[in-house]
T-cell receptor, first 115, second 115 residues
């Protein structure tokens, strides 16, 4: 089925460890986004990409890096995990035009716990 | 800072009743979108309303937009137990330039529909 696939679905890290979250979409969308969701905070944008080879910072980029080497994949990296990065991470993709985007397709999320 | 503020934070109703959720925002927008999130799942796009539209319908959903008041409402008619979920408004805003399709989410309304 077409959509956005996130791996892994769950992960527990120790403080200082690193990891990469993978997002893959098969809808040929140009735009991809990484959000984190925390209780009472809604979703906050970490980084985004407007096309292959491009990345840009969102609202809360500190402690994260991203790469978009292929159009269908958007990777989110944590170089040195901290307990404050315990969260649920969502990837989304969209087609976007001059009138704004036409609605995101979200992945099912990655639940990350940093101990 | 949150672009979208939702009201109420929680809503509990009986099956068959209507549910109304409200969203206020701060800046000019390209469009406003509503999403549903079932517990432990990703967000699902429900409906998008553009800044030059005032009302839009999709099945049992009715969305209104008042750009002069910077507010929107989502009405779910004849609610069902399966409508139990969190509902988020999200704005595609462009203050001072292109949004690149970035969405800013509200904190959400938790809707519980009792059978």
């Amino acid at each position: 089925n077409a959509g956005v696939t996130q791996t892994p679905k769950f992960r527990v890290l120790k403080t200082g460890q690193s990891m990469t979250l993978l997002c893959a979409q098969d809808m040929n969308h140009e735009y991809m986004y990484w959000y984190r969701q925390d209780p009472g905070m809604g979703l906050r944008l970490i980084h985004y990409s407007v096309g292959e080879g491009t990345t840009a910072k969102g609202e809360v980029p500190d402690g994260y890096n991203v790469s978009r080497l292929k159009k269908q994949n958007f990777l989110l990296g944590l170089e040195s995990a901290a307990p404050s990065q315990t969260s649920v991470y969502f990837c989304a993709s969209s087609n976007t035009g001059t009138g704004g985007n036409y609605g995101y397709t979200f992945g099912s999320g990655t639940r990350l716990t940093v101990v | 800072s949150q672009q979208g503020e939702e009201d109420p934070q929680a809503l509990s109703i009986q099956e068959g009743e209507n549910a109304t959720m409200n969203c206020s925002y701060k800046t000019s927008i390209n469009n406003l979108q509503w999403y549903r999130q079932n517990s432990g799942r990703g967000l699902v796009h429900l409906i998008l309303i553009r800044s030059n539209e005032r009302e839009k319908h999709s099945g049992r959903l009715r969305v209104t937009l008042d750009t002069s008041k910077k507010s929107s409402s989502l009405l779910i008619t004849a609610s069902r137990a399966a409508d139990t979920a969190s509902y988020f408004c999200a704005t595609d805003a462009y203050p001072g330039g292109t949004s690149y399709g970035k969405l800013t989410f509200g904190q959400g309304t938790i809707l519980t529909v009792h059978p």
